[in-house]
């Protein structure tokens, strides 16, 4: 059984300010029957290990080398010591803003593997792509050129993430959901065989709100969420996390 995961991504948001709301979400799922997991920015990441409790803590990007002359850069490693427990590789955010392809979100993935940290590896196509009925390829293609071999159920979670319900309000129907979910697992099942297939867990993101999580998460092969502006806030994420609760 994959063991539901409700993850967050605060993207460039947050000050020390916002730790209370990583207190009053613990406080409020002191043992959930999901995983949850908040990736603040990293500047957060060392205070927000120490008081999120039963929460885990993630980063939203990393380099590929585990040391070095890169200025500006954090490795795998260094944030595992820093207190994540996963990071977020290859959110289309990151593929626009700063260029990235899938060979690099590839080897950033594989650092974060290599570190014994859970890749978050994100995938999702524009509106013009799914207009042009080119959604499956599309994803058929991230999946290929951004997950490293070696992949499992332990180091490996993947993320579909429509590029175009992005902090939009808009949101896939749950059939598109599920065509994406079930073509995603049928292509992990093909390359890493079966069980490894299987036990690689699959989120939803985009526009994920407290009024539309419980029917996305009865959606086949939709493992949980990962969830960007409400899960700023626990008044926000907590009902969030109890539909997937509910759904575990
Ligand atoms: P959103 O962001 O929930 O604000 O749409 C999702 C994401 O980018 O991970």
């Known amino acids: 059984m994959r063991r539901k995961l409700a993850a967050g991504n605060w993207k460039m948001n947050g000050t020390q300010a916002s730790l209370s709301e990583l207190t009053t979400l613990a406080a409020h799922h002191p043992s959930a029957a999901c995983d949850i997991l908040i990736c603040p920015p990293a500047t957060l990441i060392t205070p927000a290990s120490q008081t999120a409790g039963p929460i885990a803590i993630g980063a939203q990007d990393c380099h590929t080398a585990d040391k070095g002359a890169h200025t500006g850069d954090i490795s795998a490693s260094m944030l595992k010591d820093a207190g994540a427990s996963a990071v977020i590789l290859g959110h289309s955010e990151r593929r626009e803003d700063h260029g990235e392809s899938e060979d690099l979100v590839r080897a950033k993935a594989r650092s974060v593997m290599e570190a014994g940290l859970l890749a978050i590896v994100c995938v999702g196509e524009s509106l013009a792509e799914r207009d042009a009925q080119n959604t499956l390829d599309i994803i058929g293609g991230q999946l290929a050129g951004s997950?490293?071999?070696?992949?499992?159920?332990?180091?490996l979670v993947v993320a579909y993430e429509p590029i175009w319900a992005i902090g939009t309000g808009k949101v896939p129907t749950l059939d598109q959901i599920g065509e994406v979910h079930d073509f995603i697992r049928a292509r992990l099942e093909r390359r890493f065989g079966q069980g490894?297939?299987?036990?690689?867990?699959?989120?939803?993101?985009?526009?994920?709100?407290?009024?539309?999580?419980?029917?996305i998460f009865a959606v086949s092969n939709v493992d949980g969420a990962l969830v960007g502006g409400a899960s700023l806030t626990a008044a926000d994420f907590s009902p969030i996390v109890r539909a997937l609760e509910a759904a575990s």
């Open 147 to 155: 997950i490293p071999d070696g992949a499992t159920g332990h180091n």
């Open 196 to 215: 490894v297939g299987r036990s690689v867990r699959l989120l939803y993101g985009g526009s994920v709100k407290p009024g539309n999580a419980a029917d």
